[in-house]
């Protein structure tokens, strides 16, 4: 089946539910699908489910060595990767590269299991492509996440189809002042599974936990974590809604304590034009709490990724996400910094496709630019052609 027609068939199947903010609801639709992609990934290196998946994903790979980089240690074999959130408990980490995903970002996982904030928490603005969501870190904790990684044989470090990073948070149980002990408990238990590990300090969803951004806070959490024997490359993701001073800041002291690499953005509070929008609860933005995503996420993405790109000095690996939706987006993020970047929103909207259709429009660009290797498109300041 052609690609084309694949998309097709995502659309007819899922277009009218994902068109309209009412009716099934958006957990339930994400978690369907996500109980699907743990079933093929325990079973796929069974005869028959292997050769299902192999030639269903042919269509969403790129085996494209112009794409290949090394980032922090690590080898990507394209710089388009899910972001984390999608996959929160790794049931699907045997799986991500049959979607095309140079790299898959696994959690937010927290020491303590934990159930998250009262449903409804995920609302989608299909209109504006856009979403909300107060989770609150629901997931099934550290130890959990291990059994479950073991469960699928996923390859060791370095050896896999797709790079996996594990990101962390803070157990609401866990005070501000203890999140240090909660973070690199969790750390030490997966830092064996990861090839690279991310603080978010950065979900709007837990109480006080953006306030571990401040210097003093990051400062001591990231030399704790970097204390843990075998830290894997250890990256930090910040929020959109930081000042740009606050970002500077925050990039310098990373960088002093030897930081791996930065992520922006994460969901922001900030509700930009839609804030007299009214969602399925009949509230509007405004009056609704949680992070937004998506499309309107694009523009702020890119201004922070300028930013990060001047006040790390050009030498700090930076992942882009945030309202990426397409080639050009994703060629604008690159363009300005990020080394890789990240798609959450648009990949429900728009479907599996997505990832080809970047990876080809990365491709075609890099032909126009004359750029041999992804390399060369970041931090070079080209435009969309
Ligand atoms: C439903 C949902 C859950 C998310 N959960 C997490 C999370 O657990 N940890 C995290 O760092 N980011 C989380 N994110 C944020 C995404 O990783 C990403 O930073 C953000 O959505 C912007 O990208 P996008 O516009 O492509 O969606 C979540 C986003 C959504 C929509």
């Not at 594990?166 to 750390?187: Q, R």
């Not at 930013?307 to 000095?313: G, V």
Request: proline letters at 5%.
């Amino acid at each position: 089946m052609s690609t084309n027609k694949k998309n097709d068939l995502y659309k007819i199947l899922l277009g009218q539910l994902l068109s309209q903010d009412e009716g099934i609801d958006a957990e339930i639709l994400s978690n369907s699908a996500l109980n699907a992609i743990k079933l093929a990934s325990l079973n796929r290196n069974f005869p028959i489910i292997s050769n299902i998946l192999l030639k269903a994903s042919s269509d969403f790979q790129r085996n494209n060595s112009r794409l290949n980089q090394i980032v922090f240690g690590s080898p990507f074999k394209n710089p388009l990767g899910l972001a984390a959130g999608f996959d929160k408990n790794g049931v699907g980490a045997g799986l991500w590269n049959y979607f095309g995903f140079g790299f898959a970002e696994l959690g937010t996982i927290t020491w303590h299991a934990q159930k998250g904030n009262p449903k409804p928490r995920l609302f989608r603005i299909a209109k504006e492509k856009a979403a909300l969501n107060r989770m609150g870190f629901n997931n099934d904790g550290a130890e959990k996440f291990l059994k479950t990684l073991e469960k699928q044989q996923i390859p060791a470090p370095g050896n896999r189809p797709c790079v996996l990073g594990i990101n962390l948070g803070k157990s609401k149980i866990t005070t501000l002042d203890e999140a240090h002990t909660d973070y690199s408990l969790s750390l030490k238990l997966l830092a064996p599974l990861a090839d690279y590990a991310v603080i978010n300090v950065s979900s709007p969803n837990t109480p006080g936990l953006r306030s571990l951004q401040g210097t003093k806070q990051i400062t001591k959490l990231i030399k704790t974590l970097k204390d843990v024997s075998n830290c894997p490359p250890l990256l930090v993701k910040i929020a959109p809604d930081l000042s740009n001073e606050a970002i500077d800041e925050i990039a310098r002291v990373a960088k002093e304590n030897g930081i791996d690499g930065i992520i922006a953005i994460n969901t922001s509070l900030n509700r930009f034009h839609l804030k007299k929008l009214k969602i399925k609860t009949g509230n509007t933005l405004e009056q609704e709490s949680g992070g937004l995503s998506g499309l309107p996420l694009q523009k702020r993405g890119l201004e922070v990724m300028k930013r990060l790109r001047k006040s790390t000095n050009n030498d700090l690996p930076l992942i882009g996400v945030g309202g990426i939706s397409s080639a050009r987006a994703a060629w604008e993020r690159i363009a300005a910094g990020a080394s890789l970047v990240q798609i959450y929103t648009a990949w429900i909207f728009e479907g599996p496709n997505l990832v080809p259709d970047i990876l080809d429009g990365l491709t075609l660009q890099m032909e126009k630019h004359g750029f041999q290797n992804i390399k060369e498109v970041i931090g070079s300041e080209e435009p969309w052609k």
